[in-house]
């Protein structure tokens, strides 16, 4: 077993096998798990809000998903990976509270999901299995060795997917 090297909000880190990545209090934000199953590179970002150009003060490139999946992609490549071999499994994105409105912009988890799924389309990199929506937060490990995405939850059995 290797370390668990922990990602904080709006952060993202690359690890190797048999090393693995974790972040706490998915709520809204998306942790994005990508990895090479060949060189067992792999890496995750906790992804905040949906897009760095619609926010003035947006130099934490981890916050953002159109930028935060880029440069996660970047540091995999860096260490080995590669693209086109590359894979991922998303959680988190969820609706934290109950809403009177329907406004778009109050749907963070919603949109930041959706600004994930583009970017890794855009990128080349499919998404093996997700996790994301409903009303409650995650806490999330993911263990390149394997692809294994354990997402826990309270009062919720541990899944992996």
């Known amino acids: 077993?290797?370390?668990?090297?922990?990602?904080?909000?709006?952060d993202l880190k690359i690890c190797i096998s048999?090393?693995?990545?974790?972040?706490?209090g998915l709520g809204?934000?998306?942790?994005?798990?990508?990895?090479?199953?060949q060189t067992k590179v792999?890496?995750?970002?906790?992804?905040?809000?949906?897009?760095?150009?619609?926010?003035?003060?947006?130099?934490?490139?981890?916050?953002?998903?159109?930028?935060?999946?880029?440069e996660l992609v970047?540091?995999?490549?860096?260490?080995?990976?590669?693209r086109r071999r590359m894979v991922a499994k998303i959680a988190g994105g969820a609706q934290m509270f109950a809403l009177q409105s329907?406004?778009?912009?109050?749907?963070?988890?919603?949109?930041?999901?959706?600004?994930?799924?583009e970017?890794?389309?855009?990128?080349?990199i499919s998404i093996l299995s997700e996790d994301t929506g409903l009303d409650y937060g995650r806490t999330v490990e993911f263990y390149p060795e394997t692809g294994d995405y354990v997402i826990k939850s309270v009062g919720k059995p541990v899944k992996t997917i």
């Open 1 to 10: 077993m290797g370390e668990m090297i922990k990602v904080g909000m709006a």
């Open 119 to 124: 970017v890794l389309k855009e990128l080349g």
């Open 18 to 24: 048999p090393n693995a990545v974790t972040t706490l």
């Open 28 to 37: 809204s934000c998306v942790g994005v798990a990508i990895r090479d199953p």
């Open 102 to 117: 329907k406004s778009e912009l109050m749907q963070v988890g919603r949109r930041n999901v959706e600004a994930v799924k």
């Open 74 to 82: 970047r540091q995999m490549e860096k260490a080995g990976a590669v």
């Open 42 to 70: 792999g890496g995750l970002a906790h992804v905040m809000l949906p897009n760095s150009k619609a926010v003035n003060n947006n130099s934490n490139v981890a916050k953002f998903a159109d930028t935060g999946v880029v």
